[in-house]
């Protein structure tokens, strides 16, 4: 009985010091938007499974209970508002074709804008909620900020000077040029394209001319007028006594970053130890529905698998558009899955199946989904490359256009052009994948 007793001790010895290692992790993630947060998911629930206290501000609450895991809703109403008022379609259709360089060019300084613009209105709401004010008037203790400090959240480096803590960045969209500039990592516009481009490493004369304008562009506005602004907002929502650094400062004192890419689709780039590439942890092995499971497998042709992500709305776009591909589908004339959003779609030929959601994953994963009809963000190209399903793509912002011409690059892809999108060139494509051999 003794010797029981002497080996239960000892038991509980080797079990302190797991306890006493577990951290007090703090992770703000307010933007309403699934694909940002799905990324990183695995890795918070993960780390709550290893024994360390998480707690996570979003708008996503997890599906089943999870020890150590704390939820708390931070819903960014407006800014959700925002998303789903968007109609990417309209969007694109106000750009001409992007052959014109000088049209491509004044695009990407639009969307430069718009990120500026976006990144106010989303800290004020942050600021003035009454959940995140109740968080920076806690008195809780924390070992570990994570928060997306890259996409207009750089008033959130906050945290990391109020619980006196280190902060970790993520990136949900490769690398932008602003995480180079705060993290000490050489940002050479000669031969490093932003990611807002598609261009090459080796840009000729006027694409380097251009890369670098918009470079200037985004430093001087964001020194002079974005960050400034920023830095007011945080002041505003707290008090003196805080004694807040400029936030510059902060975003400087951001310990790593974690890049939701992977090598293969970004350019050869100089790279300090602490921007660290971790994308595709949130792939999964994944069941098909029996219903889902029985269509693909008995579809002798195979399947074609269309989704444009969870934030553009396949509803939204024109009737004529929507004619163009329905007939492209039926001419093609295999099984086609579309994930569709929004209104309905009138005399849907039978060999196309609508849903709002499909387990991507897993459609992804079956030996008879033979193409990915995609807008190429970067979960889609990472989950595409895993489970070497070939695309076409057709890309609308972002990092979309350069995700999609690296699967071009790299021979797994066929880009169609949104102002292109018609039967003939959609069948083409498909049929160029789709009778390829290799």
């Known amino acids: 009985m003794c010797h029981i007793s002497h080996l239960l001790a000892g038991l509980l010895l080797l079990l302190i010091p797991a ?53 708390v809703n931070f ?13 990417h379609f309209e969007f694109k259709e106000q750009v001409d074709s992007k052959g014109h360089e000088l049209i491509e060019f004044w695009y990407r300084f639009r969307t430069q804008r718009l990120l500026f613009n976006f990144g106010l209105f989303l800290s004020k709401e942050i600021f003035a909620d009454p ?44 690398t932008p040029h602003n995480c180079y500039l705060f993290m000490g990592n050489p940002n050479l516009y000669s031969y490093m394209p932003d990611y807002k481009f598609t261009y090459s490493s080796r840009m000729n004369f006027i694409q380097r001319l251009q890369n670098t304008a918009l470079g200037v562009f985004t430093h001087i506005v964001g020194d002079f007028w974005y960050f400034p602004q920023q830095d007011e907002i945080m002041r505003q929502f707290s008090k003196p006594s805080d004694n807040l650094p400029y936030i510059k ?8 970053t974690f890049i939701y890419s992977d090598p293969i689709l970004e350019f050869q780039r100089p790279q300090v130890s602490n921007l660290i590439h971790v994308g595709g942890i949130h792939l999964k092995e994944d069941k098909l529905p029996k219903d889902l499971e029985d269509i693909m497998t008995n579809s002798p042709g195979g399947v074609i698998y269309v989704s444009f992500g969870s934030i553009i709305q396949a ?46 994953q897993a459609v ?24 070497a399903v070939p695309m076409v793509g057709i890309s609308f912002y972002g990092d979309q256009p350069s995700n999609i011409k690296h699967m071009v690059d790299l021979g797994s892809a066929v880009e169609l052009d949104y102002h292109n999108l018609t039967e003939k060139s959609v069948v083409w494509a498909a049929s160029t994948i789709l009778n390829n051999r290799r």
């Open 19 to 71: 306890y006493l290692d577990g951290a007090r992790i703090l992770i703000v993630l307010p933007l309403p938007l699934w694909s940002h947060y799905q990324q990183f998911q695995p890795l918070w629930e993960t780390l709550a499974q290893r024994g360390h206290q998480v707690t996570v501000y979003n708008a996503f609450p997890p599906t089943k209970p999870i020890p150590n895991f704390k939820h």
């Open 249 to 256: 400062t902060m975003m400087q004192n951001i310990s790593a």
């Open 364 to 387: 992804l994963a079956h030996p008879n989904c033979r193409l990915f009809i995609s807008h190429g963000g970067i979960n889609s190209v990472l989950e595409a490359i895993h489970y």
């Open 131 to 174: 959940t995140f004010q109740a968080l920076l008037q806690s008195n809780d203790k924390y070992d570990l900020i994570i928060t997306e400090n890259y996409f207009g959240q750089e008033s959130l480096t906050v945290l990391g000077h109020k619980f006196k803590a280190p902060i970790i960045a993520e990136t949900s969209y490769g």
């Open 315 to 360: 509803g939204k776009m024109s009737l004529g558009m929507k004619k163009q591909l329905v007939d492209a589908f039926t001419k093609i004339g295999l099984t086609v899955l579309w994930r569709w959003k929004g209104g309905p779609l009138e005399n849907v030929p039978k060999n196309i199946i609508l849903r709002s959601w499909f387990p991507q």
């Open 75 to 87: 819903t960014m109403a407006k800014s959700k508002e925002f998303f789903d008022s968007l109609n």
